[in-house]
Structures are given as C-alpha cells and as structure tokens.
C-alpha cells in the first residue's frame, strides 16, 4: 500500500495525558499538513509543514507539538489533552500544487 | 466568517438523480478549487480540480468554477448510492494549504 499511513487509528487517553500521532506520506512527499475533523463534518487546518519547514500554523493548541524529520514523516505531539481534543486527526501529503492525498486519520478520545 | 462555503448542508437525491452542490470563496487569492470526498470512517478523498473558468466533465461528475464570483459547483449527474457521503470545497493559491469548506452530507436514496 503506498498511500499515507497514520499510526495509531484509534487512541484512548485521560484527560491530562500526552499522546503522539505519527503520519508517513506518500514516498517523496515534502508537504505534510494535519487537520483535526471535529463531529464526523468540519476539517479544520492545523499546522503545514513543507521541506522540514513549518509553512503555516492555523488552529495548532500550544499544547500540541508538529515536526517533520529527513525522511519527511510527521510527527504531533499532543500533551495536557482536553476533552474537547477527542476527534479525528487526519495528515495529507502532496507534491506542490498537487491534491493533497489524505490518510484513514487516527482517531483521539480525550475521557 | 469561513473563507470558503458550502450549501446545502445536507442533500438527499433519489437513485438516477442530479446532485449539485455549491461552494462560494470569500478570498480572491484563491486559484485553485478542489472537490474531495468523504465516506465514513475514511479520509477524504480527491474527487476532481478545477482551476480555469468553465466546466470541468469527469464521469458523472461536472465541476463548473466562475473566478469572477469565486463560485464553484459540483454536479453528480446518475447519483448512485455509493456517492452517498460528505463532500467538501476546497481552496488554495499557490503552495499553500487547502482551506476546506463545512461540507456537504449528499444521501442517495436506493
């Protein structure tokens, strides 16, 4: 399977706790972007990163950490989670100016 | 205010139908439009781009963009219902991420 591949697909945490969601991209993709999709409808935009570099940071918490390493996968850092932390967080990678090609998402319960 | 939106909400066509599905950007830098979609319990998916006034045929599938009023829409023509799931407008310039609409619930009814 060469599409991108999100790891783990669903995690359970309590409230105050720290967890990491990893992405890799589609091989030779340098654009990783993450969205959080909140109630099964909105994507709303986290954080782009584009050659290791951070492009843009839309709706990141401070609580919440992105890097990007060599090999261009992605990590998050998630700490002091909330309840209002549980949803679905999905990464995207593309070329430039190609569409994005999404991942199955992990999914976040914050209890 | 969302830079880019979606109407309606929730749709619901009978099998053999036409779907249209509207998209409106608040945001002339915007160049490029993109239709994804999304079934549950997946990411979403690609359906098509369009980024030159006019229409755009792939399949079933016609996205028609006018630029002056930065209004793009999709139509699903023979909807079956398989294409039942949520659709989303997005939009970017250059490099930049995609700013993704709220959405569209499409429900096909057999």
């Known amino acids: 399977d060469s599409g991108v591949v999100q790891s783990p697909r669903h995690i359970i945490k309590e409230k105050g706790g720290r967890s990491v969601l990893t992405c890799i991209p589609i091989?030779?993709?340098?654009?990783v972007v993450w969205y959080q999709q909140t109630l099964g409808k909105e994507l709303k935009f986290l954080i782009q990163h584009y050659e290791k570099v951070e492009r843009d940071k839309g709706f990141l918490p401070s609580r919440f950490s992105v890097q990007q390493f060599d090999d261009y996968h992605s990590e998050m850092n998630m700490s002091a989670l909330e309840l209002e932390d549980s949803a679905m967080y999905f990464c995207?990678?593309?070329?430039?100016?190609?569409?994005?090609?999404f991942g199955e998402g992990t999914r976040l319960s914050v209890l | 205010q969302q830079k880019v939106q979606q109407s309606p909400e929730s749709l619901s066509v009978p099998e053999g139908g036409m779907a249209s599905l509207n998209c409106t950007s608040s945001?002339?830098?915007?160049?490029y439009f993109w239709w994804y979609r999304q079934h549950s319990g997946e990411g979403p998916k690609a359906l098509m781009?369009?980024?030159?006034?006019g229409d755009k045929k792939e399949g079933r599938f016609t996205a028609h963009l006018n630029k002056a009023s930065l209004h793009v829409s999709l139509h699903i023509r023979d909807s079956q219902p398989s294409d039942s799931a949520l659709y989303f407008c997005a939009a970017n310039n250059a490099g930049a991420k995609l700013t993704f609409g709220g959405g569209t619930r499409l429900t096909v009814r057999p």
């Open positions: 091989s030779g993709h340098s654009n």
């Open positions: 781009s369009i980024f030159s006034d």
């Open positions: 995207a990678s593309s070329l430039v100016n190609q569409a994005p090609l």
């Open positions: 945001d002339r830098n915007f160049q």
